[in-house]
């Protein structure tokens, strides 16, 4: 049980609006051309779209001159215009000039008035990709690389005789990074030393010549460290600090041969520094610069444009805490605790690579000497043939299966209440939130942060107590991740969120909060982009701004666990920190593991931030709105699909209206709907034409589209301007613990079958042998094989077994039950005999003498000596099945063979085919809860599948003929039926005597165990195809059978 959290207000609070008015929607334009006419006539409106789209600006201003020749490009443009139109009016999001921020004040009453958009403060500055792109060229001048300083890669760390690192290339439109390696020697550690400080090429070409190298070599020794990115340039643009533009100017202000390029550069920071938006001629003036500084520059983004809204915002002390109180209840009653499925597997690979040791983090994180992160571990990197074309993802977070069936049994019976009562909104009582937190087990983040949205008649009813707030989310790990990005425009923002990142701080007075320091994409820049905001920073390729003294190195931490808890440690400073990323970026898709590993660890063990999730129910054909007191948690959702739409193709506007009218009365929709797809949003008018094309092409072309609720219609919105007009917004209010209270969460102790331990010396010997994947099938077929047959014969052992293991890295776990316990030096002596030349050629790296711990309650309610003679019989198939793969150089039938492997023991079990797809469901269903299913990867597999349909069909059908090595490894799984006949005859009895008794559990993890020895890489995602493929196979035989039966 959560032990009670109280929060309250960290300060003031953020307000976002679009920059037009909500009213605008009601005006309808049926007349699209007409309607395009009239926006090339509204200045502020092209300014916003240059500013946002050079692209759609140039196509809207050639239409506008000359037209187009094709209709169906004219549509397409005045679709796109409708859809700017509609986002200034609707979307909060902030976006160039379609939509800002503003800081609002906690006070006595609410007061939420706008001013009009000519008097609010645009804060323009260059792009980032477009600066990243000028200083790829500047890095590349001699004349440049002569006069900068250039510092040591703040991500190198030594190995051995090497040195590793992140290099990182700019390829125009993104960054390529990519860990690399260097052979140390005593010239490169003096240069990458002196460079620590920073220093030109001409003074790192001094100290060499002082260790009497020509002045030929040391130059052209530098330009190599250069060029291999173990020395990065001080031009490269900071993340945090001052205004990169700026900082740009001021480090080649005196390169004497770039005075035309400064002054250019000059020249723009002039028209940028303007409170008012750029017009198309300021944008076109820009862009004149920028050609003359880097000839035959095209990039279609050039300005980031931020808007600060002008207005009083404040809104009344009373109202913002009760929905604090209100919406932190909510998010303690869904939130769990947050388990990435990296930093599990990481916790698990760590604990058992370098238990009870403190190890540098990168070195912990390193692929090759520690375990990896994510998908950068030790892993084979060639992909397994079954995998090819399928980009299969593990999921996000693995969800607490306790706790997660408490909260869906609760959100299906709440829906089906609504649905038997004709019910159009699901009202959580307090009596059941109390409950929903008595199920959940949660450490909420110190400070967080409530996202959503204020509706309203107007202020004093707000005041009054009568209002709703739209909550999109709620969580941590700090209040700034949706502030960050403003600070550098707006100095009472920054002043908010230094002021809460202190309190932060001050909440764990013992630790260090680093900010990390990262540039992930030159574009992305421009929201990753803030001032220092932390005393301490974590710099990770790109350069930091704060004191040399609080820049902490990624070389500089240290990291150990200590009951699952990931202690993350800097040693120069002897401190625990607490990484921190105040932004929203969103860093799964990061190639860097140690990115990736210090932003996930601002989760680990907290839980992530709330929303309400529909889960597998989010595809029904309608959802209620749900709301708990004035909070209303998810909007009312109607599912459109393609299927029973397709006579809207050839409609034209007056008789889409017409069918949708209908459709509107039939399933209730509101004037205004959100079309919604992910986090992003469309507000439809569904009696507006030329909204409804948009609605119908998005529905032809996506096959299902999601409409919800709209709440900011202009009676619910509560932003008003002097003219009456109302405004949608959007409210981040920052929040923090009232008292510091975090402690340890007890470990819920699981009933089990004490194991038996067997240690090194008793019946079984258990060897652990470190090796590569490749290498490992070379073992089984020359080393374990034969010294197999050699035991057997001898009568030293009466029965073995093997499996892969990666955890932490790749090896064989062998286990022996030696029968002649007098003979375990025999064993011994002759493990060594067979394996001494593989350890001297280091292809063994280690073996390690282990003890056998027997896994008593995983295969109930049979006893673990059945289960331990199906696995010897398993492992002696699989010696044979390995050679076989060997001698015949097929990747693809290891696969195959394995599908013939399971539809056997399927057999052998007397499964019918009901019985087969029953379990083969459950089994896909299982792995695909694992993994990441998209749309994507859902068609790759679908056309793998109609690819392999026939080799599936043959290899599966026992009256085909199959080529000779189908055929030999069918003769040997037919050798390992016979064997393994009197213990599975026990399974069948049982099933048959106790057909209540559910058997899956203890099949599923034998055919598991299967796989594992087959698959030399990726055993679970190749387990989980191999059941997908299957699954497919047996319903299409079931189909074909009820074919037949109808005839």
């Given at each position: 049980m959560i032990k009670k959290q109280a929060f309250i207000l960290a300060g003031d609070f953020l307000i976002r609006t679009p920059v037009s008015p909500i009213n605008r929607l009601d005006l309808s334009h049926n007349d699209l051309k007409l309607f395009a006419h009239e926006l090339a006539k509204d200045d502020f409106f092209l300014d916003a779209i240059i500013a946002s789209s050079s692209e759609v600006y140039e196509r809207f201003a050639e239409w506008n001159k000359n037209g187009f020749d094709k209709p169906d490009n004219e549509l397409k443009l005045h679709l796109t215009l409708l859809k700017y139109w509609i986002r200034m009016a609707s979307r909060c999001t902030p976006y160039g000039a379609?939509?800002?921020?503003?800081?609002?004040?906690?006070?006595?009453?609410?007061?939420?008035?706008?001013?009009?958009?000519?008097?609010?403060?645009?804060?323009?500055?260059?792009?980032?990709?477009?600066?990243?792109?000028?200083?790829?060229?500047?890095?590349?001048?001699?004349?440049?690389?002569?006069?900068?300083?250039?510092?040591?890669?703040?991500?190198?760390?030594?190995?051995?005789?090497?040195?590793?690192?992140?290099?990182?290339?700019?390829?125009?439109?993104?960054?390529?990074?990519?860990?690399?390696?260097?052979?140390?020697?005593e010239y490169l550690e003096l240069v990458l030393n002196k460079a620590i400080a920073g220093c030109t090429i001409g003074e790192l070409v001094e100290i060499l010549t002082q260790e009497e190298i020509s002045q030929e070599d040391a130059f052209d020794f530098v330009l190599e460290i250069i060029e291999s990115k173990l020395?990065?340039?001080?031009?490269?643009?900071?993340?945090?600090?001052?205004?990169?533009?700026?900082?740009?100017?001021?480090?080649?202000?005196?390169?004497?041969?770039?005075?035309?390029?400064?002054?250019?550069?000059?020249?723009?920071?002039?028209?940028?520094?303007?409170?008012?938006?750029?017009?198309?001629?300021?944008?076109?003036?820009?862009?004149?610069?920028?050609?003359?500084?880097t000839p035959g520059f095209v990039n279609s983004a050039i300005i980031q444009t931020d808007l600060f809204l002008s207005g009083n915002f404040s809104l009344k002390k009373e109202v913002l805490e009760e929905i604090v109180r209100d919406a932190t209840k909510i998010y303690m009653s869904r939130a769990q605790r947050y388990k990435?499925?990296?930093?599990?597997?990481?916790?698990?690979?760590?604990?058992q690579r370098f238990p009870g040791r403190e190890i540098q983090l990168v070195l912990a994180l390193d692929m090759e000497y520690g375990i990896g992160y994510g998908d950068f571990t030790n892993e084979r990197t060639d992909k397994p043939n079954l995998l090819n074309e399928l980009e299969i993802l593990e999921n996000e977070h693995i969800e607490d299966p306790v706790y997660m069936n408490t909260y869906k049994r609760f959100q299906l019976k709440k829906l089906h209440e609504s649905l038997v009562n004709g019910a159009r909104e699901i009202m959580i009582t307090n009596e059941e939130m109390d409950r929903l937190i008595k199920s959940a087990n949660v450490e909420a983040h110190d400070s967080m942060s409530i996202f959503g949205s204020l509706l309203g008649k107007s202020h004093e009813d707000i005041d009054k107590g009568n209002y709703s707030f739209f909550l999109s989310n709620?969580?941590?790990?700090?209040?700034?991740?949706?502030?960050?990005?403003?600070?550098?425009?707006?100095?009472?923002?920054?002043?908010?969120?230094?002021?809460?990142?202190?309190?932060?701080?001050?909440?764990?007075?013992?630790?260090?909060?680093?900010?990390?320091?990262?540039?992930?994409?030159?574009r992305l820049a421009n929201v990753t982009t803030r001032p220092v905001l932390r005393q301490y920073e974590i710099p990770i390729v790109t350069q930091s701004a704060v004191e040399s003294a609080n820049r902490i190195a990624i070389s500089d931490l240290y990291i150990s666990i200590e009951n699952r808890d990931i202690i993350l440690k800097s040693k120069s400073l002897n401190k625990r920190v607490i990484p921190r990323l105040a932004n929203a970026h969103n860093t799964k898709n990061s190639t860097i593991p140690v990115y990736r590993f210090l932003s996930d660890l601002q989760y680990h063990n907290y839980a992530p931030r709330y929303f309400w999730d529909w889960g597998e129910l989010s595809?029904?054909?309608?959802?209620?709105?749900?709301?708990?007191?004035?909070?209303?948690?998810?909007?009312?959702?109607?599912?459109?699909?393609k299927e029973d739409h397709e006579i809207l193709k050839d409609f034209?506007?007056?008789?889409?209206?017409?069918?949708?009218?209908?459709?509107?009365?039939?399933?209730?929709?509101?004037?205004?709907?959100?079309?919604?797809?992910?986090?992003?949003?469309?507000?439809?008018?569904?009696?507006?034409?030329?909204?409804?094309?948009?609605?119908?092409?998005?529905?032809?072309?996506?096959?299902?589209?999601?409409?919800?609720?709209?709440?900011?219609?202009?009676?619910?919105?509560?932003?008003?301007?002097?003219?009456?007009?109302?405004?949608?917004?959007?409210?981040?209010?920052?929040?923090?613990?009232?008292?510091?209270?975090?402690?340890?969460?007890?470990?819920?102790?699981?009933?089990?079958?004490?194991?038996?331990?067997?240690?090194?010396?008793?019946?079984?010997?258990?060897?652990?042998?470190?090796?590569?994947?490749?290498?490992?099938?070379?073992?089984?077929?020359?080393?374990?094989?034969?010294?197999?047959?050699?035991?057997?014969?001898?009568?030293?052992?009466?029965?073995?077994?093997?499996?892969?293991?990666?955890d932490p890295e790749h090896h064989l776990r062998i286990r022996f039950h030696v029968s002649q316990p007098e003979k375990i030096g025999n064993v011994l002596s002759l493990f060594?005999?067979?394996?001494?030349?593989?350890?001297?050629?280091?292809?063994?790296?280690?073996?390690?003498?282990?003890?056998?711990?027997?896994?008593?309650?995983?295969?109930?309610?049979?006893?673990?000596?059945?289960?331990?003679?199906?696995?010897?019989?398993?492992?002696?198939?699989?010696?044979?099945?390995?050679?076989?793969?060997?001698?015949?150089?097929?990747?693809?039938?290891?696969?195959?063979?394995?599908?013939?492997?399971?539809?056997?023991?399927?057999?052998?079990?007397?499964?019918?085919?009901?019985?087969?797809?029953?379990?083969?469901?459950?089994?896909?269903?299982?792995?695909?809860?694992?993994?990441?299913?998209?749309?994507?990867?859902?068609?790759?597999?679908?056309?793998?599948?109609?690819?392999?349909?026939?080799?599936?069909?043959?290899?599966l059908d026992y009256t085909s003929e199959h080529n000779p090595l189908v055929e030999m490894a069918i003769q040997i799984f037919h050798e390992r039926s016979l064997k393994m006949a009197p213990l599975l005859s026990t399974v069948k009895e049982y099933r048959s005597a106790f057909k209540d008794i559910d058997l899956s559990p203890f099949i599923a993890s034998h055919i598991h165990m299967f796989f594992n020895k087959l698959?030399?890489?990726?055993?679970?995602?190749?387990?989980?195809?191999?059941?997908?493929?299957?699954?497919?196979?047996?319903?299409?035989?079931?189909?074909?059978?009820?074919?037949?039966?109808?005839?």
């Open positions: 379609f939509a800002g921020v503003a800081p609002g004040l906690t006070g006595n009453n609410t007061n939420l008035n706008i001013q009009g958009r000519d008097e609010h403060i645009f804060s323009s500055r260059i792009d980032m990709g477009c600066l990243s792109a000028i200083i790829e060229d500047l890095n590349n001048r001699n004349e440049v690389k002569s006069h900068v300083r250039y510092f040591i890669n703040n991500t190198i760390y030594k190995i051995s005789d090497h040195y590793r690192y992140i290099e990182f290339k700019n390829t125009g439109k993104r960054f390529r990074y990519a860990i690399s390696e260097v052979e140390f020697n020395l990065v340039s001080e031009l490269e643009p900071l993340i945090t600090g001052n205004d990169p533009l700026e900082t740009l100017i001021h480090k080649i202000n005196n390169i004497p041969s770039l005075d035309d390029i400064v002054n250019r550069l000059k020249t723009i920071k002039s028209i940028l520094s303007t409170s008012k938006l750029l017009s198309v001629n300021e944008h076109n003036q820009i862009c004149s610069q920028l050609e003359k500084i990435g499925t990296a930093i599990e597997a990481f916790i698990n690979r760590f604990m709620c969580g941590g790990p700090t209040s700034s991740v949706y502030l960050g990005r403003f600070c550098l425009g707006n100095e009472r923002i920054l002043e908010m969120v230094k002021t809460h990142l202190s309190d932060e701080a001050a909440m764990e007075p013992d630790c260090i909060f680093a900010e990390i320091v990262h540039n992930p994409e030159p595809e029904s054909p309608f959802l209620p709105r749900v709301t708990f007191g004035k909070i209303i948690l998810f909007p009312a959702q109607w599912q459109l699909k034209d506007a007056s008789e889409l209206e017409k069918y949708f009218k209908e459709i509107a009365s039939k399933l209730g929709l509101p004037k205004f709907v959100l079309m919604a797809e992910s986090d992003n949003y469309l507000v439809v008018d569904i009696e507006n034409g030329s909204c409804l094309s948009i609605l119908r092409n998005e529905l032809l072309k996506k096959g299902t589209i999601s409409l919800r609720e709209f709440f900011a219609t202009p009676d619910n919105c509560v932003v008003t301007d002097k003219d009456g007009n109302k405004y949608c917004n959007e409210i981040v209010i920052p929040i923090k613990k009232k008292n510091k209270d975090t402690p340890r969460r007890a470990l819920r102790e699981m009933p089990s079958i004490k194991p038996e331990s067997f240690s090194p010396g008793s019946q079984w010997l258990y060897f652990k042998v470190y090796c590569g994947t490749k290498t490992a099938e070379r073992l089984m077929i020359e080393v374990i094989s034969p010294l197999v047959s050699n035991l057997h014969e001898e009568k030293i052992i009466s029965k073995w077994f093997f499996i892969r293991y990666r060594n005999n067979y394996t001494k030349q593989y350890l001297k050629d280091e292809l063994i790296h280690n073996i390690q003498l282990d003890s056998y711990i027997r896994e008593n309650d995983r295969y109930l309610p049979f006893n673990i000596e059945l289960s331990e003679e199906l696995f010897h019989f398993d492992s002696d198939a699989m010696l044979k099945i390995v050679g076989l793969l060997n001698e015949s150089g097929d990747e693809r039938m290891r696969w195959l063979i394995g599908m013939r492997a399971l539809d056997m023991f399927l057999n052998e079990l007397e499964f019918n085919l009901d019985d087969k797809i029953s379990l083969l469901t459950k089994l896909e269903h299982n792995f695909a809860q694992e993994f990441l299913s998209h749309e994507l990867l859902r068609a790759n597999m679908n056309a793998r599948y109609r690819q392999e349909t026939k080799s599936i069909f043959n290899v698959f030399d890489s990726n055993p679970r995602k190749q387990e989980w195809v191999i059941y997908n493929f299957q699954l497919r196979y047996y319903k299409s035989n079931l189909a074909i059978a009820k074919s037949k039966l109808h005839r």
